[in-house]
């Protein structure tokens, strides 16, 4: 009798399944490439690293590599990989795989990761090589502090994909058309099906190799089903079904739910400020489309957008305390600093903040030359030019879209002509990191524990540096300085003498608004109540250490 039999036998734990909603289809199956949580939210479920971060203790715990050595001087760390780890298609796992992904992938500049970034200390690369099989040691070329939780990042299978490295055709392997039987993981779920624009259907995977501590096999829930629903209002009508399991709550919805809660079965957990960000920012894109020969950005508005005292005067037409009540009925909190304040060791409370003032943001546009001349209602920049521009979001956020009338209606406050063109989320991110067509954006980003994490925003050459990406120099002083922060802070390996380099981060940030954030939507999850072994934390959310919670037997 196998393991899992007499586990189930005895604990009764395996079976049932988890339906949240999601509101875009993936971009891909690649985490390589990904750019979009659409991608991530399922990717997360097939690959796994070397460590892992406790959600609730937020310690590196081991993983793939069960142990490590470093040297003295910590700049080299030897990993010993786990032998009974096979990919889900029965292949062996081993120190190849790692290579593969570091050499092969990350540090392939024929591919666009954004984990090169993260993994590049002043220009400077790992070297990644195989002792044996299973034992694997990096060398590093100065001190990094969040090296251990950097090898949470997921190993991929260099026996898939190899070919595809070889032919140049890697950033188009594992697209949403490849049939899922080929896509193959370490992780405890396997993608079963994908039904474009339906839903997508993942599967325990039966050779994964994670034990509880009784040494049952996981994971015991058998799948994890995504449906794809057009907006929050239909993934909230279809929690209220039945139909599906956990729903962000929405602070307008607050209200209406709590007192369904013991009625309708289920508990929202409140677990303080989201770690998701929300921001405008404006496109400040010196270069031409090498296509076209033009330039991405009109001059005349890049003009406005890279003055300094153009996106100071929208940071003052910020009202974050409206917004707040009305998007979020109260359920929120005001953005000032780029590391959320659940992060205390390097959280910066003392960054300027933008209190809203219509007037003074007034004035600071007329000083600067913005003026409506001819009294039309429009102001014009000191070269007669009216101030108009073009305004995105995601079309199925409607606290975003909400979000972007109250910004809007401010700016028009002040003589700026503002069109607002909402559009579907990976449409969305398709013009900000790829075709580089847009003028001011209001969208967001995830957030972890680890600032260094967030390197491919920040640093002026990083894929992610949304307003001017991929520089050759910094194009700023302010931003050199922001790229001289990343690669020192890295190196001191005690968070705290690294916090007050991450909290003068911040206070450039806030300084120069290359984005102008908004606000904190509070971290409300409505769950059923059909789930045992329940954790959630600030960091792992609601499903923290998913593998291991299990499903009610009336549930199933």
Do not use: C
Request: without cysteine; aromatic residues 12%.
């Amino acid at each position: 009798m196998s393991l899992r039999a007499v586990a189930a036998e005895d604990t009764n734990k395996y079976g049932g399944q988890l339906v949240y909603a999601t509101s875009s289809d993936p971009r891909s199956f690649n985490p390589v490439v990904a750019k979009e949580t659409s991608t991530t939210a399922i990717t997360g479920y097939l690959f796994e690293g070397l460590t892992r971060t406790n959600g609730e203790t937020l310690k590196v715990e081991p993983n793939l590599a069960y142990k490590w050595d470093v040297s003295v001087d910590g700049l080299s760390w030897t990993f010993y990989i786990r032998k009974d780890i096979v990919w889900s298609d029965g292949a062996p796992f081993t120190a190849d795989d790692v290579l593969f992904t570091f050499n092969d992938l990350i540090y392939n500049k024929d591919i666009p990761s954004s984990s090169r970034d993260i993994f590049t200390i002043d220009g400077k690369e790992f070297i990644v090589k195989k002792i044996d099989d299973y034992t694997v040691r990096f060398d590093l070329p100065m001190k990094f502090a969040p090296f251990l939780r950097s090898m949470g990042t997921g190993i991929m299978p260099k026996h898939k994909l190899h070919e595809s490295v070889k032919n140049n055709t890697f950033n188009f392997t594992w697209g949403i058309d490849t049939p899922v039987s080929e896509i193959v993981g370490t992780g405890p779920y396997l993608i079963d099906l994908y039904q474009p624009g339906q839903r997508i259907v993942m599967k325990a995977n039966p050779l994964y190799w994670r034990k509880s501590e009784q040494g049952e096999k996981l994971p015991f829930i058998e799948k994890i089903i995504y449906l794809v629903v057009q907006s929050p209002d239909i993934a909230l009508l279809k929690f209220l079904e039945g139909e599906v399991d956990s729903v962000g709550v929405r602070g307008t919805d607050y209200a209406i739910l709590k007192p369904m809660e013991e009625k309708r079965n289920f508990k929202i957990y409140d677990m303080g400020p989201g770690l998701s960000s929300n921001f405008i920012v404006f496109n400040l894109n010196t270069r031409k489309n090498p296509k076209t020969g033009k330039p991405f950005v009109d001059p005349i508005k890049l003009s406005w957008f890279q003055n300094k005292e153009f996106r100071r005067a929208v940071a003052h037409a910020i009202d974050k305390k409206r917004i707040i009540e009305i998007t979020m009925n109260g359920l929120g909190y005001p953005q000032n600093a780029a590391v959320n304040p659940t992060v205390e060791v390097f959280h910066n409370p003392d960054v300027i903040k933008y209190e809203y003032d219509l007037d003074k943001a007034r004035r600071i546009l007329a000083k600067a030359g913005f003026l409506d001349r001819n009294a039309d209602g429009v102001i014009e920049d000191k070269n007669g030019n009216k101030v108009e521009f073009n305004l995105f979001t995601n079309a199925n956020s409607q606290e975003r879209i909400q979000m972007a009338a109250i910004i809007r209606h401010d700016l028009e406050q002040l003589g700026m002509k503002v069109n607002f063109l909402p559009l579907e989320f990976n449409n969305l991110v398709s013009k900000l990191v790829g075709a580089y067509d847009w003028d001011a954006m209001i969208i967001g980003l995830t957030g972890g524990i680890e600032p260094h994490f967030g390197k491919n925003v920040w640093v002026s050459d990083g894929q992610l540096h949304f307003w001017n990406p991929g520089q050759e120099s910094p194009q700023t002083e302010w931003e050199k300085s922001i790229d001289e922060i990343f690669t020192e802070a890295v190196q001191i390996l005690d968070d705290r003498d690294r916090a007050p380099y991450y909290r003068r981060w911040q206070a450039i940030v806030a300084e120069e608004l290359p984005l102008i954030y908004t606000v904190f939507n509070a971290n409300l999850v409505a769950v059923r109540n059909k789930f045992e072994n329940l954790n959630p934390t600030i960091h792992g959310g609601v499903f923290n250490e998913l593998e291991q919670i299990y499903i009610k037997q009336q549930y199933r």
